[in-house]
Structure formats: structure tokens, C-alpha cells
């Protein structure tokens, strides 16, 4: 479990990071944890600002944390959950932390 992201979680701090070596991704997380298909440790939040494959921002994102490089906690911070938040997040099969 990453504890810096929990923290952020925590917090709310906005986040910023690399996704698979690109650009950065400006980032609100909301919840953390296992992925209940492929078993992989993910991080579901509303994406603010950055790179978008879809290129349709701001909008609510699920990123592979093995995949996330050069996470930055920054001092900005929002101060409740985006519309559509879910604290059961029905995609994870564990939470490790959520708002």
C-alpha cells in the first residue's frame, strides 16, 4: 500500500504525477485500492488537468498505480467529493482508503 497516497487521500491534496513515463496528470484521489478483475493496485479520482488520451478533462479517472512515476503531493486542496463519488467503490475488491 502506498502511504503517500492514502495521506493525500487523507488530506485532500490535489496530486500530480506521471502515467506510463508521459505527461503529468493534475489529480484529485478518492479512493485506493485493489482492482477486483485484475488484481492490481488502483487509484480512482477526478482528473483536473494534464494529458488525456481522451482529451476530455476534468472527468473522473481510474489509473494503475504501478504504472503512476514522480507522484507529488501539492499544497492545493478540494474540499469534498466530486459528483459520482462512490466510497464502495464497486470496481475494488479492497479499499485501502477512501474520503
Not at 488530506?11 to 493534475?26: A, D, M, P, Q, S
Not at 489529480?27 to 488525456?52: A, C, W
Request: proline letters at 4%; glycine letters at 8%.
Amino acid at each position: 500500500m502506498n502511504t503517500q497516497i492514502c495521506q493525500a487521500i487523507a488530506n485532500k491534496n490535489v496530486i500530480e504525477f506521471r502515467y506510463k513515463g508521459k505527461w503529468i496528470r493534475l489529480f484529485e484521489p478518492h479512493t485506493y485500492g485493489i482492482h477486483k478483475d485484475t488484481n492490481n493496485e488502483v487509484l480512482s479520482g477526478y482528473q483536473l488537468g494534464g494529458f488525456s488520451e481522451s482529451g476530455n478533462l476534468p472527468d473522473w479517472r481510474l489509473f494503475r498505480v504501478s504504472e503512476i512515476t514522480s507522484l507529488t503531493i501539492t499544497q492545493d486542496k478540494f474540499l469534498s467529493p466530486r459528483p459520482g463519488y462512490n466510497s464502495r467503490d464497486s470496481r475494488m475488491s479492497r479499499i485501502f482508503c477512501t474520503i
